[in-house]
């Protein structure tokens, strides 16, 4: 799987879905709200607004991250605002688990972000791009906690892709 532009970031091939689905279900809910109320007979202008925010807020609650990377940088966009850390200088990588479990990157300008794992094991390109700026900031002696957090990741990730190709075979 080649690029033609090794310059042009790379971005979640499953975000627009799940955008989607988030959009789809404050919608819905909209709808439902409304005709409900509707029906009851106690629609008003100001129980409408009601519904259309907390529709508005639900969308903003299920969207999901937009995560994207490119030669050196990793960014994940929330609804509020926009964190970027570059991964060729990292300092620390931090594995949290639990109920959902998340990376928190931090590199040596300060820069900081949260990123859910299952999107690099989504999403081979950003994988790569991260793997390949960890491997700089190893090298470049900056990445003092978190290597191998970073390659038992790896690991997984690769153990992942292998099963699932042996399962669309149908070796396994």
Known sequence: MTRMDQ??????????????????????FCALSLLVDR????????????????????LAVL??????????????????????????????VRQYGGVSAHLVLCDTHGGHLELDPRVLAANPLIWHELDTGVHRSVGRGTLLQGADVMEQLGRRIDDETTRAVLRASGLS
């Open 7 to 28: 310059w042009t970031p790379v971005g979640d091939r499953h975000w627009r879905g799940s955008a989607r689905l988030a959009a789809t279900c404050a919608l819905v």
């Open 39 to 58: 029906d009851a007979g106690t629609l008003t202008l100001l129980r409408a607004l009601l519904w259309l925010t907390l529709s508005a807020t639900g």
């Open 63 to 92: 969207l999901p991250p937009q995560v994207t990377a490119g030669p050196g940088w990793l960014a994940v966009r929330t609804p509020w605002r926009r964190h970027i850390v570059r991964t060729d200088a990292l300092v620390a």
